[in-house]
């Protein structure tokens, strides 16, 4: 999301020659979780403080941005962003973008559910299970069983 190409590819994305961050669309019912909590989330799972990078992955395409769908979303996410920065949860200041959602391009079919069809895999254990493991212990009351 977020790019000038029409129609990008993964591999066109990988490069850079798009200007499109990845990213997830979630779909919620506020009835059940709140943009609030998806927030809170997002920021417990990746450092929103590198600019144009998560762990060893570099450039624009891995920028922190949080695509918002209205002015309630948007201000709900810079409200959160300034009381983790007076708070001062990150040594460094959170560089996250909030900006309007636009095209959200589906990612390839081998994308898709991959952590859970490659979990041994080199990526998947080291940089997805930690984010998967800290999920569960912050969440774990939401957490559907059976």
């Known amino acids: 999301m977020g790019g000038q190409h029409p129609a990008p590819t993964y591999e066109a994305v990988c490069r850079g020659d798009t200007?499109?961050?990845e990213v997830v669309q979630i779909e919620f019912d506020p009835a059940r979780i709140d943009f609030a909590t998806l927030l809170v989330a997002f920021f417990a799972i990746h450092d929103p403080t590198t600019l144009n990078r998560q762990g060893h992955d570099t450039g624009t395409q891995y920028r922190s941005?949080?695509?918002?769908?209205?002015a309630g979303q948007r201000a709900e996410a810079?409200?959160?962003i300034a009381r983790l920065g007076a708070e001062?949860?990150?040594p460094s200041p959170i560089v996250t973008e909030v900006v309007p959602a636009t095209t959200f391009f589906v990612a390839e079919p081998y994308h898709h559910q991959y952590f859970r069809r490659n979990p041994e895999q080199g990526y998947c254990q080291a940089v997805v299970a930690p984010k998967a493991r800290k999920m569960r212990q912050l969440?774990?009351?939401r957490l559907k069983t059976g």
Request: charged share 10%.
């Open 65 to 70: 941005a949080i695509f918002v769908h209205d």
């Open 78 to 80: 810079q409200g959160l």
């Open 88 to 90: 001062g949860v990150w």
């Open 19 to 21: 200007g499109h961050a």
């Open 139 to 141: 969440f774990a009351d």
